[in-house]
């Protein structure tokens, strides 16, 4: 069930808050390889080795859930060179970080498509979730095969499947039927490289986030680039709709 919005954050002091959800649109893998002269293969590589830097910069900041977009559903739309690399990858990182990370207390959800994933990434996937499912640190979100559009859809075809009745439908319920029905609302959506797009992500979720555009390419943000999204973060004021 969905979180109330308002009060969706830690607060540190009287002048800075964490916000509780933070969710990040990696972008800037492969103009990171461009621009040092190498395959954008090596670009994602270096963009999946930033994920352990920025898992625990989140998790020692007093971030509660941490949702990144690995792999979108237009994503497969990519030369098939590309996208066997990523899917490859993401299969190595898996198996090599879930261990570490749940021996760290992260739980590990997945929010996306399984179907058009292979057996292996799949398999990985879901042992991944299940090893960490009562863990209670920070939960780590993997968009992977993702898309929003797609998962407001699936949602409104399952409830339909589900037969609820259409007066019985309001905001709370339909949030039961969606990947993040367990996760609270995005507070805080950060998007790397330098782009102002969402780029078809949680948009039911990210309906009053705080966005933060990041001239920073992701295998370079972690550390110092978080705190200064933080800082932005802590300078909003957040009213929901509100007049205050």
Known sequence: MTANPEVSKHTTSAKKSVPLHVAIIMDGNGRWAEARGVD?????HAGFENLRRVVADFANRGVGY?????FSTENWDRP??????ILDLAIAVIAHEAQQLNENGVRIKHLGRVDRLSTELREELEQAVEMTAENTGLTLGIAFDYGGRAEIANAARQLIRDGV???EIDEAKFAEYLYTSDLPNVDLLIRTGGD???SNFLLWQTAYSEFYSSETLWPDFHGDHIDKAFESFSERQRRFGKRT
């Open 40 to 44: 954008v293969s090596e670009g994602h």
């Open 66 to 70: 941490l949702t990144l977009y690995a």
């Open 80 to 85: 098939e060179s590309e996208v066997n690399g």
């Open 165 to 167: 009745p259409a007066d």
């Open 196 to 198: 102002l797009r969402i």
